[in-house]
């Protein structure tokens, strides 16, 4: 190299660059080394991004002003090279010698400043915005030229002139425009043309953002700033990345897990061709291959992992290999801290040296922290992508899983898959590099212990290797408490999940003491586990913390103890020290890794199980004619609901002729609607073909609707075309009930349809099939939830000869028995075989079953056929249930029945572009409910939506919500926890301190004394910190479980106590997430982030104290560095928390939307819909993910900025360590460096906590904000209880009665006067809408007074407490609900009666026979809903429950509807023979069952219209007249 330069110059020489007080670089130093540098990076790179840059092609950047600037500053840099190389070509022309490297040097920069400008012009063509290669280019090439820069000017100086002018000018013009260059490459350019165009309207800056910023995260300060100065809400999200979106992540995930099934399917082809089964194996002998593979279950399940590897595991690298740059990082600052105390040691070392060392280990910081971020995102965008994955494979996939592998994992189970196991691979992902991270730090920290103590370390070593199996023994044992708690609270959240659906039945029978104590039972067990948990909690931090000092300790005292010339200095214990505070994080992580990957492999299990769950076979049914001329083929059909369950359907034949209408009937659980099962595909076929010609439309049993808009449900993502849609209205009946409904068709349906009655679910249901327009019609009992005449109405106009369907193919299931004669063919069904099949006149010709149940079901049902209906706006509809108004007492969620047509509600009234105008804080207000007959008609491009959308608390949170949660651990030991805290760190700082003076000793002939006095008392302070941090921990948990039991037990409580219109207006799904989510995030999150956050911030105050105590200068830099450590974290709180809020505000939608579709996911592939419900999760799950997104690059945000505080702290503690080193020890300067190295991570996580408590106490607020919802009248009023033998006539009275459904509405009842004498028969009749239901609910006081009285027997039943009245009467509901759990358990909740009163009841329910053909009889479990028992057997387990309890007063709300006629008239026959005696209001649809009844009661838009007797009634040609004469019944 020397030889390059003049003979005069060595490239490097120790006087001038190190013994020296002002160190500089040899100009031949400078002029080759300095110069090459940037030039080899450059060269070095150019290959590998050249070939990134030809396949990455983003569409081309048009030529910018910053562009030209660039390349025009690119071409200047060569000529300014370039004129120094011709300046010393014409130097040598003139004789003038000039060494190679005034040639060779500026040939080859300009050459690169070429290099250089054509790389800025290909970037601009590939559409490159930001460049890393060449920012780091113009970096180097800066640094390099700042020595030559100062080396010029010190030369200038102290010779006083410019020895080489020319030089010196191109030089000093060079240095400027590298200067420039290097600030022009922190912008970035604008977005490329050509790209496809970006449909958001709020693009994630990132995309955009400059190298330097996406390093920074400094494209997310505008997020940071807009959060600060107000809460964020959805419109200010950015849109995501397009490839972490849903519609790229998902189908990457599954093309993967597909070459896995198929890779599994060709083994096992593989292997079941190797070992043909043996025919003449006659000896039943294992076959050799069977005892080579006992079970093929292991082989063969596809590995989900491997698919989820192939599709993550490329862009995960790419973080791990930064992670691995940052371990090795940081060992460098230890060995600089080595360096600093040797140089305070040593009084010759020159100053400047440790002023390098200070700034070295500032930078080292500073690059480590941006390592790390950048790792760290990288990892937390793969935990998302993998998250929007696994969602949307299980939705994927539950669109398509058979039923009888739905009946193996419950709703509550697949939705647990979504939102525990898909979080858990998320948040493993984030740590899941310490698996090899960890065991790399620990080797490298033991090697350069080493170094310093020798063979000492072994014995640390040994401590280390004894607390692992420890804390293994931990985390084994905190992952089974886990696995139990997850048990307990899955079976919390079904029961609630039950009692919350079935919620207005418990209130009805008074039932809610029994399911209290059921849930608090679950609660008890799952708290008693907590406590477990919590103490392992408080074990495991004591090791956390002691682990690290003990490991010092045995290192420590061995060394001393070893040798007594072994000296214990400042160097060896500080450098140690600081050694062991990197072995404490991969210490502590790698078991908490391992129990991360365990849960993981648990989760990765049910995962791989769901999805290898069999698929239902789209070749159940055929598509292709198999008879020409049928458009329905069954031949020979057996079908069961799973491989190995009963069969269901056995060897049925049918032929369905096309554009015919074919009737099925058969009693209550023959097997009608597994037929149209069977038809539709979803049944297993064992054998036989089924094939159907055409599309297919469903109505199923019970209507499935959705929670949206009127006109979705019934439109369901065809194309709209508004004559259809009106003809459809109209031919289903539904244009009276828009015009009843408050916002006509924009009306937004609640969950499971709950503003809507039975019939008018039924009538969306049929209008959704007879919008879709398909060829062929399965109809499973459409007509039985609506009025005969309404039924009629439909049959007419729909189902029947002259209905809109007719030309069509269908089959329909019914009771109505007055359709028959109208149906070209009736199949008779008996116990899963057709009986009989033919027309209505052949199977009388017949004369067997069929014929002998039309004669006698004939006459009650019939309907004069020649009395055309009439359906004109006067004629409301008659005794419908269409609204009726109000309830059906039904099992679906809230059965808002309550909340019914008269609904006009104050919501935020979505303005017709759907964007919500008025959002303000809307707190769930219940919906009003108005008459609309008397109010001004609603314009009806208005939605109205029942259901307000969840606000999110916005703005700080209050610290009330603190105290809250602090009085609910207890005031007192929440001060004791701060004492414990402040104590330990006590102990902490006195250890650190008695280590430092320790040092200090003076060594005597090379020993120190009193060695045995120093490792006694040192001993004494850890484990006096030990014991402080375990006590505190013990304390604070039981502090916390102790609110967490509080919290639950008063949001309980008060859900039980609330009034029924609450459920109507709240979704389930709200109520559950406050006993879900947020109760698990009191139980669990709460304690261990107020840990989190005490143990921090006092880490960081004892640093302070340390650092200020070593070197008192350090005060001044406090306050301006708290300043920016408080404004970066209000600026991050503020934000962060919304971000959260926002997030958990997005997450319910997914998961309710997710339950809706498996409920209805027959519908959804009957009508072939199942895309569009793709994309709508798909949609919901980003929606999500735009909230998470910002969540996790805040994090990164806030860490660049406070590390950089903490860096500050490190500089500046060795800056004034070597500004005051005369009268400093060493020992002193170790703790404090030492100290303030470690401070980093405290600060950053002392904010995150702070910010975690904010976002996690929101869920106290939660659970208070349902705690405190206003409740009903109390169950018992002791002072006023009725006799226990009341009511003993039954006689019933309203004395001048007016009820409204809530302040400032409409009366529904107005001014009622009646008096019902005890054993009286009422039946209650009216139009819709007329306040039949609304008398029921009064009687139970769901809904009060707002004047006047009910008496019964003498008693005002406002006086007395609810149970003691809703104990007494007896309902019979219209909508059966049963509740899981075994039968007794659902006709006897409080175990009051006897198994001799069961039996009984049951016989007299007719149920006798079916519940002894059980194997468990009244142990039988009951699935969730009573989803294993037939409607009809429902509908006569409530007929049980009514008949144990005989009470003197029955209400009987019509529930005929899902009964079939015989299954009706034992109903009716039990009802008057067993409650003969009894007062029985009757609220009818059926005239024909109240036409014995003594009296009959016509309401009239909420007034008594006739109250008399039917016959008397009848003779007055009144209202009761005319809809007696509609049911053909006069």
Not at 458 to 477: D, E, T
Not at 1397 to 1415: D, G, T, Y
Not at 1480 to 1497: F, G
Request: proline letters at 4%; charged letters at 20%; glycine letters at 6%.
């Amino acid at each position: 190299m020397e030889r390059l330069c003049d003979s005069s110059s060595r490239l490097w020489d120790h006087n001038v660059t190190i013994n020296t007080d002002n160190p500089d670089l040899t100009p031949c130093f400078q002029k080759t080394v300095l110069v090459w540098i940037p030039c080899v990076y450059l060269w070095v790179t150019f290959p590998l991004y050249f070939l990134y840059l030809r396949h990455s092609n983003r569409g081309y950047i048009r030529v910018t002003l910053l562009n030209r600037v660039k390349t025009v500053l690119g071409l200047l840099l060569w000529i300014v090279c370039w004129s120094d190389l011709f300046f010393s070509l014409a130097e040598v022309m003139n004789a003038q010698a000039r060494a190679a490297v005034y040639f060779i040097s500026p040939l080859l920069l300009g050459v690169t400043m070429l290099l250089v400008t054509f790389l800025i012009q290909y970037e601009r063509l590939r559409g490159i915005q930001s460049s890393g290669v060449l920012f780091f280019f113009w970096l180097i090439t800066l640094l390099c030229a700042v020595i030559t820069f100062r080396s010029n000017i010190l030369v200038a100086l102290s010779e006083g002139s410019v020895p080489d002018v020319f030089r010196f000018t191109t030089f000093f013009i060079y240095f400027a425009l590298v200067l420039v260059q290097f600030f022009l490459c922190c912008f970035s350019e604008p977005p490329p043309y050509f790209s496809a165009p970006s449909p958001d309207e709020n693009p994630c800056p990132e995309l955009s953002a400059g190298f330097l910023s996406r390093l920074t995260f400094w494209w997310f300060t505008g997020m940071a700033i807009q959060g600060y100065k107000h809460p964020l809400e959805d419109k200010d999200l950015w849109s995501l990345n397009k490839e972490d979106r849903s519609d790229v992540v998902v189908p990457k995930l599954l093309k993967e897990w597909e070459k896995e099934k198929q890779k599994t399917r060709r083994k096992q082809e593989v292997f079941y061709t190797k070992c043909p089964p043996t025919l003449n194996n006659m000896d039943g002998e294992p076959h050799e291959a069977e005892v080579l593979f006992p079970s093929k279950e292991d082989q063969k399940k596809p590995s989900f992992l491997i698919a989820l590897c192939k599709t993550f595991a490329p862009y995960f690298l790419m973080g791990s290999a930064l992670k691995l740059c940052q371990d090795l990082l940081s060992f460098v600052n230890p060995q600089l801290l080595n360096m600093l105390i040797s140089f305070i040691n040593d009084p010759h070392a020159k100053t400047w040296w440790g002023y390098s060392i200070s700034f070295l280990m500032f930078f080292s910081a500073a690059l480590q922290t941006l390592i790390l971020h950048q790792h760290f995102q990288y990892c937390f965008v793969t935990g998302m992508r993998l998250r929007t994955a696994i969602v949307g494979a299980i939705y994927r996939k539950s669109l398509v899983i058979t039923n009888s592998a739905k009946r193996s994992s419950t709703v509550g189970e697949i939705v647990n898959l979504m939102s525990v196991d898909a979080q858990r691979f998320m948040d493993l992902t984030s740590f899941l590099n310490m698996l090899w991270s960890a065991p790399l730090q620990i080797c490298l920290a033991l090697y350069f212990l080493w170094q310093y103590l020798g063979p000492s370390i072994l014995a640390g070593v040994a401590v280390m290797i004894l607390l692992i199996p420890f804390n293994a023994v931990i985390a084994m044992k905190s992952r089974s408490f886990q696995v139990q708690q997850m048990q307990h609270k899955d079976s919390r959240i079904k029961l609630m999940n039950e009692i919350l659906n079935g919620i207005k039945v418990l209130k009805l029978y008074a039932w809610e003491p029994s399911f209290e104590q059921k849930v608090l039972s679950i609660r008890q067990k799952e708290l008693n586990i907590l406590r477990k948990a919590a103490y392992l909690n408080a074990l495991s931090t004591f090791t956390w913390t002691t682990a690290p000092f003990l490991v010092a300790l045995t290192t420590f005292a061995v060394y001393v103890a070893v040798d007594e010339n072994n000296v214990l200095d400042a160097q060896k214990a500080f450098v140690s020290l600081s050694l062991f505070n990197i072995l404490r994080f991969p210490l502590n992580m790698l078991p908490q890794v391992i129990s991360g990957v365990v849960q993981a492999t648990v989760s990765l299990k049910r995962l791989q199980n769901f999805l290898s769950h069999d698929e239902l076979d789209p070749t159940n049914v055929e598509k292709q004619k198999i008879a020409t001329g049928h458009a329905i083929t069954m031949v020979n059909g057996t079908f069961s609901w799973g491989k190995t369950d009963p069969v269901v359907l056995d060897g049925i034949r049918m032929m369905v002729p096309q554009g015919s209408l074919v009737a099925v009937v058969g009693h209550v659980g023959c097997g009608k609607s597994s037929l149209i099962s069977a038809l539709l595909g979803e049944m297993e076929k064992l054998e036989g073909r089924v094939a159907i010609q055409g599309s297919v439309a469903y109505v199923p049993q019970q209507a499935w609707i959705r929670n949206a808009s009127l006109k979705d449900n019934i439109v369901f993502g065809e194309p709209l075309s508004e004559q259809k849609y009106q003809q459809v209205l109209e031919a289903c009946a539904l244009i009276t009930d828009l015009n009843v409904l408050p916002g006509g068709d924009q009306t937004e349906i609640g969950e499971k349809g709950i503003n809507l009655s039975g019939g008018q679910k039924q009538r969306v249901s049929l209008a959704r099939a007879v919008y879709s327009d398909m060829d062929v019609y399965l109809l499973d009992d459409p007509l039985s939830a609506v009025d005969a005449h309404v039924a009629k109405h439909i049959f007419d106009k729909v189902i029947g000869p002259e209905g809109v369907l007719k030309g069509k193919t269908r089959v329909l299931v019914t009771h109505g028995i007055s359709f028959l004669p109208q149906v070209d063919q009736i199949v008779v069904l008996v116990n899963g075989k057709v009986s009989e099949m033919g027309s209505y006149q052949e199977l009388q010709d017949q004369n067997e079953a069929f014929a002998e149940f039309l004669r006698n079901y004939a006459q009650r049902d019939e309907v004069e056929e020649d009395e055309p209906t009439v359906l004109d706006e006067e004629q409301e509809f008659l005794g419908e249930d269409t609204l009726s108004n109000h309830i059906d007492l039904s099992d679906e969620p809230s059965a808002a029945a309550e909340t019914r047509k008269q609904f006009m509600r104050q919501i935020s009234v979505i303005s017709s572009d759907g964007e919500a105008s008025a959002r303000k804080s809307t707190r769930k207000r219940l919906s009003e409910k108005k008459k609309v007959a008397e109010s001004a008609p609603t314009p009806k491009n208005v939605s109205k939506d029942l259901i307000q959308a969840e606000t999110a608390e916005t703005g700080r949170v209050k610290l009330i919500v603190f105290w809250q949660y602090l009085k609910a651990v207890g005031p007192f030991i929440s001060v004791v926890i701060c004492i414990l805290y402040c104590c330990q760190n006590a102990a902490a700082i006195g250890a650190s301190f008695w280590l430092s003076a320790w040092t200090n000793d003076p060594v005597v002939n090379g020993t120190q004394h009193q060695t045995y006095m120093r490792v006694g008392v040192y001993a004494a302070l850890g484990f006096t910190q030990g014991l402080l941090v375990m006590t505190s921990s013990f304390t604070l948990a039981f502090g916390g479980l102790g609110a967490a039991q509080q919290l639950h037990t008063r949001l309980l409580d008060n859900k039980l106590h609330t009034p029924q219109a609450f459920f109507d207006t709240t979704p389930i799904g709200r109520i559950i997430n406050r006993f879900g989510k947020d109760v698990n995030v009191i139980d669990e999150v709460i304690p261990l982030t107020f840990q989190m956050f005490l143990m921090t911030f006092f880490v960081s105050l004892s640093t302070m104290i340390v650092v200020t105590a070593s070197t008192p200068w350090f005060t001044l830099l406090i306050v301006p560095l708290a300043i920016v450590y408080f404004l970066v974290q209000r600026f991050y709180v503020a934000t962060s928390r919304q971000l959260k809020r926002l997030e958990s505000v997005s997450r319910s939608p997914i998961y309710s939307h997710f339950s809706e579709t498996i409920t209805g996911s027959s519908v959804i592939r009957a009508y072939g819909r199942e895309n569009n419900f793709i994309l709508m999760n798909d949609n919901k799950v980003d929606t999500n993910q735009k909230s998470y997104y910002p969540g996790i690059s805040s994090n990164r945000w806030l860490g660049i900025r406070i590390e950089f505080i903490g860096n500050c702290i490190v500089l500046f503690a060795a800056l004034f360590a070597v500004i005051g080193r005369a009268h400093l020890n060493p020992g002193i300067v170790g703790l404090s460096v030492s100290y303030a190295l470690q401070v980093t991570m405290s600060l950053n996580w002392m904010v995150r906590m702070s910010s975690d408590l904010e976002s996690n106490i929101v869920a106290v607020e939660r659970v208070k904000e349902y705690s405190e919802t206003e409740t009903e009248a109390p169950w018992v009023i002791e002072s006023n209880r009725p006799p226990e033998s009341w009511p003993e006539e039954g006689n019933v009275e309203f004395n001048g009665y007016s009820v409204r459904y809530r302040e400032g509405l409409d009366l529904v009842l107005k001014d009622l006067h009646l008096n019902v004498h005890g054993g009286e028969k009422v039946g209650i009749v009216g139009r819709t809408g007329a306040g039949k239901s609304s008398m029921t609910l009064c009687l139970f006081r769901i809904i009060e007074a707002a004047q006047g009285e009910i008496i019964i027997d003498g008693v005002k039943i406002a006086d007395i407490g609810l149970h003691d009245l809703r104990s007494k009467l007896t309902i019979i509901p219209q909508d059966p609900v049963l509740f899981s759990g075994t039968l007794r358990m659902n006709l006897d909740p409080f175990n009051q009666y006897s198994e001799e009163e069961i039996w009984n009841a049951l016989e007299l329910s007719h149920l006798k026979q079916f519940v002894h053909s059980l194997p468990a009889r009244l142990e039988h479990e009951c699935s969730e809903g009573g989803e294993n028992l037939s409607v009809g057997q429902r509908q006569l387990v409530c007929l049980a429950r009514a008949l144990l309890r005989k009470t003197r007063i029955l209400i009987l709300d019509e529930a005929t509807a899902a009964v079939d006629l015989e299954t009706d008239d034992l109903i009716q026959s039990t009802i008057r023979t067993q409650f003969d005696n009894c007062t029985v209001l009757t609220i009818a649809h059926r005239l024909n069952t109240i036409m014995d009844y003594t009296r009959v009661l016509v309401l009239e838009k909420g007034r008594i219209a006739e109250f008399d007797t039917p016959s008397n009634l009848i003779a007055q040609k009144g209202i009761f007249y005319s809809m007696v004469k509609d049911a053909g019944l006069a």
